[in-house]
């Protein structure tokens, strides 16, 4: 029995050992490495570093598009990790907060318009990042979105928050990587503006953008002055393929197999082809579009970059189908316009763009004002209950049905309000 007492009190005094001198060994070796990756990442800059004996603190400064996000990162050295979900086993467990210090100013818009005023305060930061190095050639880094329960006036914000996890090997291999979405719930006084139901997603993407994701929403609900909208099984896809160094091919495909709407639409098909985009100008054109609110775009702007696009819209109504098709070649704003000319900036486009519909299902649309002056005109060709108009760009010269046509005229058909 002595024995035993021994033997146990022996190997409890080795463990603590371990774990005491364990931290000492594997920090300086795992710190090594992080801070070779941190230096191999030209948007991230490390301004401060203080080791200690369990672990260790660093400070970083992201390089963002208009701005600096700081970030402070707790890192614990293993064997015995202490994380969010509990103790673990591991080589390396970090969490880094945004301190609210310098922050990204559309990204800092954007997370106040949900969370409310960022302070300086880490524990509060509503962004989360963990890391966990394993033992088992295995690193899960998951981003959390906090939970909200906010209201401001007669707005109320419900959101359960979101999880994105990547999971890969030491090599930085994908094993498997998804996303989560909690449920969400705007209320404007007693009408419920906006509702998604919980979603989930899953991706397999290389840090060059190559790769696929796809994003399920079971229902999504908005209610506004256009009236109530319910899309259910709504699927966005994404695949990109490195066609050249630092451009990317990249397809996307949007499906709304059931639409419930005031307007008789019932469904609706969105595919978009990018040739050959380049890192800068995809990043350009999703900041500007998804980051930048719509008051605060300025179109000039949005536009500066050159952009090749294919696209396909199919819409199934209740009075038949309407189908747009796309295919443009844009140059970029021109850097030099003749001032007086207000339609300039069809110099920098070339492509086509078919519109194929029932007749019964444009007229009874939300475009049913353009759609009549544009059959007025005699633009918008009909056979047999169908209207079509083909437009074709060419370097400032705008044809359409296979005429020459100025530019003044269609834009005024097209901005009618008979």
Same mark, same amino acid.
Do not use: C
């Given at each position: ?41 030209? =948007? ?179 209610? =506004? ?114 001032? =007086? ?59 359409? =049905? ?17």
């Amino acid at each position: 029995m002595k024995a035993l007492r021994f033997i146990l009190i022996s190997l409890t005094s080795l463990l603590l050992l371990v774990a005491l001198i364990a931290p000492r060994v594997i920090g300086p070796k795992v710190e090594e490495v992080l801070q070779q990756q941190l230096a191999n990442q030209p =948007n991230i800059e490390l301004t401060g570093y203080q080791r200690g004996w369990f672990g260790a603190e660093a400070l970083t400064l992201l390089n963002g598009k208009d701005g600096i996000t700081e970030a402070y990162t707790e890192i614990q050295h293993g064997p015995l990790l202490f994380t969010r979900g509990g103790p673990r086993v591991g080589v390396i467990y970090a969490e880094t907060r945004l301190t609210g210090q310098q922050l990204e100013p559309a990204l800092r818009q954007q997370l106040e318009a949900y969370y409310g005023a960022i302070g300086t305060d880490v524990k509060n930061s509503p962004v989360i990042v963990e890391t966990l190095v394993g033992t088992n050639n295995r690193v899960v880094n998951t981003l959390h979105l906090l939970p909200i329960n906010r209201q401001e006036g007669d707005q109320q914000i419900q959101f359960k928050g979101a999880e994105i996890r990547i999971v890969t090997d030491y090599q930085g291999r994908q094993q498997d990587s998804h996303f989560e979405l909690g449920e969400f719930v705007r209320m404007d006084g007693h009408r419920e503006a906006l509702y998604l139901q919980s979603g989930r997603g899953e991706f397999n993407l290389a840090p060059s953008g190559a790769g696929t994701l796809q994003l399920k929403l079971p229902l999504v609900r908005t209610n =506004n002055d256009s009236g109530p909208l319910e899309l259910r099984d709504a699927v966005i896809d994404y695949r990109g393929e490195l066609v050249a160094a630092r451009t990317l091919k990249v397809q996307t495909n949007i499906t709304l197999p059931e639409i419930q709407s005031a307007t008789p639409a019932t469904s609706l098909n969105q595919q978009t082809l990018l040739p050959a985009v380049s890192y800068e100008d995809l990043h350009h054109y999703l900041y500007s579009l998804l980051l930048t609110p719509a008051s605060q775009r300025n179109w000039a702007r949005v536009f500066d970059r050159p952009l090749q696009i294919q696209q396909q819209l199919d819409i199934k109504t209740a009075n038949g189908t309407m189908q747009l098709q796309v295919d443009a070649n844009w140059q970029g704003m021109p850097r030099r316009y003749d001032r =007086n000319n207000k339609f300039f900036w069809l110099d920098a486009l070339n492509g086509t763009a078919n519109i194929n519909a029932a007749e019964q299902a444009l007229m009874q649309s939300p475009l049913i004002m353009q759609a009549t002056t544009l059959k007025q005109y005699g633009l918008l060709l009909e056979n047999n209950g169908e209207l079509s108009m083909q437009l074709q760009f060419d370097r400032g010269n705008l044809i359409v =049905n296979g005429q020459q046509l100025p530019a003044d005229l269609f834009m005024l058909a097209m901005t009618s309000t008979l």
